[in-house]
Every structure is written in structure tokens, then in C-alpha cells.
């Protein structure tokens, strides 16, 4: 049997995450209407869903059942959504375009994006506490942690505290690197670790490994485009962080190495799946697609 080329993989899964997050999310119709159909418009229909893609690989190398990586899938697509919608608001990054089209508080207002962002996290742990997901109440009940501390004041709201407290300072590339790790790659490492759940600790060991050094590459690959891609391609706005005097990686190092320190990191977490061979293809064509997105 030919193996499915990556581009197809990828689709095939960003549609059946799609599928998911409509049938899980409350129908428009439904009251509060308004609530729900910002809901809606803020988690279905765009983004690349690299999350979803990372954890539905993991569970595939450690045999997590499919509908326990649906589950986990959806519920970090979710908590994701959630945080972008409260990161374009005023009072944090205040951005009018998101995945190409009016950011939730513009289609909106402002209250209802607070309580969009609400709602998207609470549906997120919704997901994961189901009551028939997992025939292991143990395993269930880690990932209920993982998600909570990723997505909490030590992992990714932490990070963005540490993001709104560094405008206009000086941070050197430990401090930055710090403050991603939690913003960025908290939830990127959760995604990894959710679908691993299965996983031998030998595997989950490495998986981390693999997902910390994506997590910052995704980071550093972002801020290099937010240099050198325009708002049509990102569909978001572009030179928003030099421009706001945010502290970035090309700031900080310049294009030319912060370009190789994306690729060392692409290489730590190809040598930490190294061992696991023809199994973690699609997480080794995750890691491509990762470094050398163009949006
Ligand atoms: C509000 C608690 C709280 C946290 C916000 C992640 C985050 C923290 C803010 C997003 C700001 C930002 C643009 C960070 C750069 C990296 C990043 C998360 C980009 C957006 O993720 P993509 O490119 O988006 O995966 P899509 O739209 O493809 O899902």
C-alpha cells in the first residue's frame, strides 16, 4: 500500500476537526443566539488547525483511539480559538482582522468576545470530561490536567501576562524564550501530549522533546513573518509586533538568525522522533510544514 502523501493527510484531518467542532459547538439558532453564532464565526471556518494535526499524528504513533483524539483535538482547537479572540480585544493586542476576516469583537462587540472566549473554554474541558470518552477514568483525568495547565496562569494566559508586561522593555532571547514557551508552546505541547495519552513513557518522553522545540519554532517562524509576509497572505495584520514595539525574535537575534535558530530547533525535534522511524512520519512532515509555512 502507497502511503497517503502528507497534503492529503492534512486535509483529510483538518475536515474531520472541522466536522467535530461543528457538531460539538451549540447551533447558531440556540439561545443566546448572538453568543452562540460568535462562538461559530470564531472557531470554525479558518486556521491552519496545526494543533488538531499534531495531536491526531501523536495519537497515531501511540495508538490513542481516534475518538479520544477527536476529543482532544477539538477541545485544544478550542481553548486556541478562545485565545485568539481575547488576544485581538482592546485591551490586550487590539487587532481587527483574524483569519482574514473581522476579528470577534468587530463582527461583534466587545463583551460578547469576553464571553466567546469564556464559553470556548469552557466547551474545551466539556470535550474532555464526557462522561463516555475514555474507559480509563485515570487517563481521562490527566488530561483534564494537561489542558488546565497548559492553558492556565503557568502555561499559555501566564505567557500572555508575561507578553503584555514586556512592551517596550528589553528582554534578551532567554526572557523571550521563557515568555513563549508558555504563550505559544504550552498549548502546542499539550496538543502533542493529549493524543499521546496512550503513549509508553519512552514515547511520551521523546514527544515532549519533539513538542517543545516545535512549539518554539512555530514562535520564531511567526515572528519572522511578521517581517516578510504581507496581511492578505497571514490574514492578520502584519508588522503588528515590531510596530508595537514588542520584543520578537527578530528584534532580538535579526532575520538572518533567527532564521537558523528556527532550523536548529526543527533539527532537536526531528532527532527526538528520531528513533521511532517510519511511526512518526506525519509528526517529522508536521515539523516541515511548521518551519517553512509561508502564513
Ligand atoms: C488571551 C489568554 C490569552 C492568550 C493569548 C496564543 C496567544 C495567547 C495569543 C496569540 C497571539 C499570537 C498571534 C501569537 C503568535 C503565535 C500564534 C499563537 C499564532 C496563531 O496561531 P496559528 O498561526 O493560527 O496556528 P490559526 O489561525 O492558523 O489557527
Same mark, same amino acid.
Given at each position: 500500500m502507497t502511503a497517503q502523501i502528507f497534503t492529503d493527510w492534512a486535509q483529510t484531518h483538518q475536515i474531520r476537526i472541522e466536522k467535530t467542532l461543528d457538531h460539538t459547538l451549540p447551533a @447558531?439558532? &440556540? @439561545?443566546p443566539q448572538q453568543l452562540h453564532s460568535a462562538m461559530r464565526y470564531s472557531a &470554525? %471556518? %479558518?486556521?491552519?488547525r496545526v494543533r488538531a494535526l499534531l495531536c491526531y499524528a501523536a495519537a497515531d504513533l501511540c495508538n490513542t483511539e481516534l475518538a479520544v483524539a477527536d476529543a482532544a483535538a477539538s477541545a485544544v482547537e478550542l481553548i486556541h480559538a478562545y485565545s485568539l479572540v481575547h488576544d485581538d480585544m482592546p485591551c490586550m =493586542?487590539?487587532? =481587527?482582522?483574524r483569519r482574514g476576516k473581522p476579528s470577534c469583537h468587530k463582527q461583534y462587540d466587545d463583551a460578547t468576545a469576553l464571553l466567546v472566549g469564556d464559553a470556548l473554554q469552557s466547551l474545551a474541558f466539556e470535550c474532555l470530561a464526557h462522561? !463516555? &470518552?475514555?474507559? !480509563?477514568a485515570s487517563l481521562q483525568l490527566q488530561m483534564l490536567a494537561i489542558l488546565a495547565q497548559a492553558s492556565g496562569s503557568l502555561g499559555m494566559a501566564g505567557g500572555q501576562a508575561i507578553d503584555l508586561a514586556s512592551v517596550g522593555k528589553p528582554l534578551n532571547q532567554t526572557e523571550l524564550e521563557a515568555m513563549h514557551c508558555l504563550k505559544t508552546g504550552a498549548l502546542i505541547q499539550a496538543a502533542v501530549l493529549l493524543g499521546a495519552v496512550s503513549g509508553s513513557v519512552t514515547q511520551i518522553n521523546a514527544l515532549k522533546v519533539y513538542a517543545q522545540n516545535i512549539g518554539l519554532a512555530f514562535q520564531v517562524v511567526d515572528d519572522i513573518l511578521d517581517v516578510e509576509a504581507d496581511s492578505q497572505t497571514l490574514g492578520k495584520t502584519a508588522g503588528k509586533d515590531a510596530n508595537s514595539n514588542k520584543p520578537t525574535y527578530v528584534t532580538i537575534l535579526g532575520l538572518a538568525t533567527a532564521k537558523m535558530h528556527a532550523q536548529q530547533l526543527y533539527n532537536n525535534a526531528i532527532a527526538a522522533i528520531a528513533p521511532f522511524g517510519d511511526q512518526a512520519l506525519r509528526l517529522r512532515e508536521l515539523a516541515d510544514y511548521i518551519t517553512q509555512r509561508r502564513f
Open positions: @447558531a439558532d &440556540l @439561545a &470554525l %471556518g %479558518g486556521g491552519k =493586542d487590539d487587532d =481587527d482582522l462522561p !463516555n &470518552l475514555c474507559k !480509563n
